[in-house]
């Protein structure tokens, strides 16, 4: 429903309210704004010497290279290791034999309920406890972790999207005597991956979000290099506001990729979703009527 | 597993930890969200604009760097944000300023969320809904309150349920930031008991499977009672 239709077209009257409640708006976040950047500037904030690690070339080389870097390489390895998972678990869930068919819907719902720190946390202790140097043993714990979670996220996805392929291709294809690999390899597979890259990006950004959440054992990436520059400078505020806009603008950058490639190879408006409850859980159809979305 | 066996009142306690994180900044985060949306579909184009900043910064903040902010950065600016001045002991339960802390960051970053899942609720409202509000001179407070949200809400139910599953979990990134809830408890486990790390991670891990689970099945039965016809 366009906001457009929950209100008449104001007429005079109505415009001059609106225009008053917009003052009004415009002055309350004026003074908010104000007083915070009042506090700030009070609190010392703004000092040279807070911000000055984001001047100097060493840090910016730092933060770059040892933060952001890394943290996208996380989570693109991440991603990599998901799709692979999210293959292998989401057309194992669409299997006609029960006995392959249960076991990857306990292995996707089992990943899909466990929060990622629980499994980084059995990562980095258990299952690569004895690794060295710490860098690396965060590196794969973190990698691992985020790879069974947004695996298990993107098996529901693969089969949402090899279900939405209208059912007339797969019987049309059983119909010219194609077998059942045939038919998911060469008719289902290359039409659903279409309508899955989109979702598989704006699963990048959760798993590019969930790398910070390596903090909970020795934290790799941004967030590290963050660690490692506020008991330095005593500069809190600074950091995390520089760190935040960073990962703030790599978030809007592959939002703005996945709507692109919605728009140019998909063409409907809207990335496909899955939901953790109800019936139609991984019906294509996400919401009826969604697709009006203003 | 003994290692936890052994002592279920720190797992039942953590536990316990980790529902009223979840109880408290679910409400307070569907309150605020239900706010944001009816900013963000309001006529007011700057409380919209508004909204609209709002939630892409936040929502494109990782949680972990919320929590440092409110951890670290918001006290040194504000003294309120110190949260000091909370201090409640319900029974074994203490709810001091890094609790108070961590409802405030879970909160925060879950309203946003729940703003998108109600405008997705919003979304699936029939146009003509809206537009026969209109036409009996409903002004859009009485649209709103009287005929869209309360068909919001309901097709809203499953995206809103999906949104407080992810908040459930979200709740183990307090663990890292002073609240004993499941994960840290799940930690120091770990950590004392190196023998028995696949056991302690599979209980915990179950302990959570077990929530999400309620969640789920009460989001279902909600569900299939609001549906409408």
């Known amino acids: ?294 | 597993m003994n290692a936890v066996l052994d002592s279920p009142d720190l797992f039942l306690k953590a536990f316990g930890y980790t529902v009223f994180l979840f109880l408290v900044s679910g409400v307070i985060s569907v309150v605020l969200g239900t706010l944001l949306v009816a900013m963000r579909v309001g006529p007011v184009a700057i409380l919209s604009r508004a909204a609209t900043v709002y939630i892409t910064v936040v929502r494109n903040t990782p949680l972990v760097i919320i929590f440092l902010f409110f951890q670290l950065g918001a006290p040194k600016v504000f003294q309120t944000l110190r949260f000091s001045w909370v201090d409640i002991h319900i029974g074994p339960y203490d709810f001091t300023s890094f609790f108070t802390a961590a409802v405030v960051a879970l909160s925060l970053y879950t309203s946003c969320f729940v703003c998108e899942a109600l405008r997705a609720g919003i979304n699936a409202v029939p146009l003509g809904q809206a537009e026969a509000a209109r036409a009996i001179g409903l002004p859009f407070s009485g649209v709103m309150r009287q005929v869209v949200l309360p068909q919001a809400f309901r097709a809203a139910v499953p995206p809103l349920a999906s949104t407080l599953i992810a908040l459930l979990k979200n709740t183990s990134v307090a663990g890292v930031f002073g609240v004993i809830e499941a994960a840290a408890q799940m930690k120091s486990f770990t950590n004392d008991f190196a023998s028995e790390r696949t056991g302690i991670f599979i209980m915990f891990a179950l302990g959570y499977v077990v929530l999400v689970e309620i969640v789920s099945a009460v989001a279902t039965v909600l569900e299939r009672r609001w549906r409408i016809a």
């Open chain 1, 1 to 294: 429903m366009a906001a457009g239709v929950l209100f008449d077209s104001p007429g005079p009257a109505t415009r001059a309210r609106h225009r008053t409640y917009g003052i009004v708006t415009v002055v309350a976040l004026v003074v908010l704004v104000g007083w915070v950047l009042w506090r700030l500037n009070e609190t010392g904030q703004f000092e040279y010497d807070k911000w000055e690690p984001f001047l100097t070339p060493a840090y910016i080389r730092a933060i770059l290279v040892d933060g952001l870097v890394v943290t996208l390489q996380m989570a693109f390895s991440a991603i990599i290791g998901a799709v692979v998972f999210g293959l292998v678990f989401g057309i194992g869930k669409l299997s006609d034999h029960g006995i392959l068919r249960w076991p990857c819907w306990l292995v996707v719902e089992f990943f899909r309920a466990v929060p990622v720190i629980l499994l980084i946390v059995f990562c980095f202790y258990a299952v690569f406890g004895g690794m060295n140097p710490l860098s690396s043993r965060t590196y794969w714990a973190v990698v691992l972790a985020l790879t069974l979670y947004n695996g298990a996220v993107l098996a529901e996805v693969f089969r949402a999207g090899i279900n939405a392929v209208p059912k007339g291709q797969a019987e049309a294809a059983y119909a010219i005597g194609m077998r059942k690999y045939q038919v998911m390899t060469l008719i289902l597979l290359p039409q659903a991956v279409k309508i899955m890259i989109p979702a598989i990006i704006s699963q990048m950004i959760v798993a590019l979000k969930d790398t910070s959440l390596g903090y909970v054992v020795a934290g790799l990436g941004l967030t590290r290099v963050a660690k490692s520059i506020y008991p330095q400078f005593q500069n809190h505020v600074p950091t995390i506001i520089v760190i935040a806009a960073i990962y703030i603008a790599v978030n809007l950058l592959l939002t703005w990729l996945a709507t692109w490639v919605q728009k140019r190879f998909v063409g409907e408006k809207d990335v496909l979703q899955v939901s953790m409850v109800g019936e139609q859980t991984a019906e294509a159809a996400p919401i009826p009527g969604a697709a009006r979305t203003d």
